[in-house]
């Protein structure tokens, strides 16, 4: 008898749904299989209106992430043998995100609030191409490093509770990429970026939970990106108020041009 | 209208949430860093101080674990100066600490964050009223 | 209206925020979002720490205004904290301070990389000194307390 296991993918059809719904499948048990190569089982043998994202299936382009027994997965990288023989495997859309259809979670919020922290390299001057490359020591290129691993795969907003209670904010991945480009010896944008980053919906909305980075599948860190900015912006704040015509010409020097 | 992909739309249209250009230069940072360095500094006081003085006054001497200093002691200890400047910072920053941390307890774990003044006036005025008191008590003892 | 159209519209008008899109299915977060899941539970009990701490200032306050008020409001003021409520109260409070000061001391590198070298010192030698820090100042304190004049 062939090892099997269930997997309870909720359903949700716009046209005819008003709220998402379990349907459970039976899938064989291989040992190297993931979720993932399951919801494809599933499309391809069982049900073929199955809808969810996926891509790369070995973690790096950041589109199936879902809810696995209520913890935020990469669906490609969370085997099912971890979960017994018979077992029951509950599969959900990414949480406190829209839903779309099955399990496609709509991302229009992220994007926007992505777009927000400015996550490019900001330049006060254009150096003429004649001079060649940005030089980078190591050293400088460990300081935003474990930041810039972010696949955007938002499961860790799934795991933060601030984003689920507050639309508004800004959230941990747009956070840890903000302080990616900010820590960038290249980027000379850290005033531009100031007012979304150190704003009650930026970083101080964030009260260092923690789950953020617990669940990030590339270990970016975003709480501990979010902390390092929030010490920075605390100085940056008493130093406006020390001295407030010299900071602010610095940083109306640092956004204008 | 022309049927354009959205893909087309959204390389040529600046997104709707950028701010003019001059504003963003007058940006100022938001005040709440004031009340995370108060919330960070009673976070430290709060760990490194308070533990001892808990156990010892709350645990230790009430069940006879240790024996209990006198009031001639602890009085003495108390009026010297460098003790009521310990004191008070023991006794204010901590409050900050509370206030700032209670104030999104509420927030996030009630959802009331539309009482927002409220709760923003009951925690700080809190803190604000036992530094009150405590900078009373500490300069008359 | 096509499909894309929709999409169009719902891009244009309030484009910043997903508002409650008539076909998209968005779950409200219950009141009670931290009881659903350990991690969110720790969370908040950390968080509740702040009221053992507000507690503790309380107690003290109370105790300076004992000793304020002389040696027999002060034996009073001792004798109310033998009581088991008292004891109790003080014991959770205790606990709950504990662990403010451990989550404390174990996330505050978070905040403060270390770099020596160009290289990243690990969190748990940032950590170390403040839990020696800790120690020193409460053997200290401790001693202050508990010698006889």
């Known amino acids: 008898m062939a090892d099997k296991i269930v997997l309870e993918i909720a359903r949700y059809a716009p046209d005819r749904d008003q709220a998402p719904s379990f349907q459970s499948f039976e899938v064989p048990l291989r040992k190297e299989w993931v979720v993932l190569d399951a919801l494809n089982y599933i499309k391809d043998k069982v049900d073929g209106t199955l809808t969810y994202r996926w891509s790369c299936r070995m973690g790096i382009c950041g589109s199936c992430g879902m809810m696995v027994n209520g913890e935020p997965k990469l669906t490609c990288a969370t085997f099912l043998s971890q979960y017994g023989n018979n077992a029951k495997v509950r599969v959900e859309p990414l949480r406190y995100f829209p839903v779309v259809r099955d399990l496609v979670t709509a991302l229009s919020d992220f994007l926007v609030k992505l777009q927000k922290v400015k996550p490019w390299l900001i330049r006060k001057d254009e150096p003429p191409l004649s001079q060649g490359e940005f030089l980078q020591t190591p050293e400088q290129l460990d300081l935003y490093k474990q930041f810039s691993m972010c696949i955007n795969c938002t499961l860790c907003y799934s795991a933060c509770p601030v984003v689920g209670l507050d639309q508004e904010f800004v959230g941990p991945a747009a956070l840890a990429l903000a302080q990616r480009y900010n820590l960038d010896s290249r980027d000379q944008g850290s005033a531009e970026r100031l007012a979304t980053l150190a704003h009650p919906d930026g970083i101080w909305g964030c009260t260092f939970v923690g789950e953020c980075t617990r669940v990030c599948p590339k270990h970016v860190d975003p709480a501990g990106a979010i902390q390092q900015y929030k010490l920075t912006a605390a100085l940056d704040w008493v130093k406006s108020f020390v001295l407030p015509r010299g900071h602010e010409e610095t940083r109306q020097e640092a956004a204008h041009d | ?141 | 209206m096509t499909d894309q159209m929709m999409a169009d519209q719902m891009m244009t008008d309030q484009a910043a925020r997903t508002e409650f899109h008539p076909r998209w299915y968005r779950e409200r977060v219950s009141t009670w979002w931290w009881l659903g899941e350990w991690h969110y539970l720790k969370f908040i009990l950390r968080e509740l720490s702040s009221l053992s701490v507000a507690w503790f200032v309380g107690l003290t306050l109370f105790q300076l205004r004992a000793l304020l008020h002389g040696p027999e409001t002060y034996a009073r003021f001792s004798a109310r904290l033998q009581s088991p409520v008292m004891v109790a109260f003080n014991l959770i409070a205790f606990c709950f301070v504990m662990f403010h000061a451990i989550t404390w001391f174990n996330l505050a590198p978070r905040a403060m990389p270390v770099r020596i070298g160009g290289k990243r010192v690990p969190e748990f030698l940032v950590a170390a000194p403040n839990y020696a820090l800790w120690i020193i100042v409460s053997a200290f304190v401790g001693w202050l307390l508990l010698r006889t004049p």
């Open chain 2, 1 to 141: 209208m022309t049927e354009r992909s959205m893909t087309e739309r959204s390389m040529t249209e600046r997104p709707t949430i950028e701010r003019p250009k001059g504003e963003r230069s007058t940006a100022k940072p938001s005040n709440e860093a004031f009340f995370w360095l108060l919330f960070s500094a009673g976070g430290v006081v709060a760990a490194v101080l308070i533990p001892i003085q808990l156990f010892l006054f709350g645990l230790a001497f009430p069940l006879g674990w240790l024996p209990q200093p006198s009031y001639e002691h602890v009085i003495a200890l108390a009026r010297s100066p460098l003790a009521r400047i310990y004191l008070f910072v023991l006794c204010s920053l901590p409050l900050f600490h509370w206030a700032h941390r209670f104030r999104f307890t509420l927030y996030d774990g009630l959802q009331v964050k539309h009482l927002n003044e409220v709760i923003f006036a009951f925690c700080y005025g809190g803190a604000l009223l036992g530094t009150a008191l405590a900078a009373y008590l500490l300069w008359t003892i």
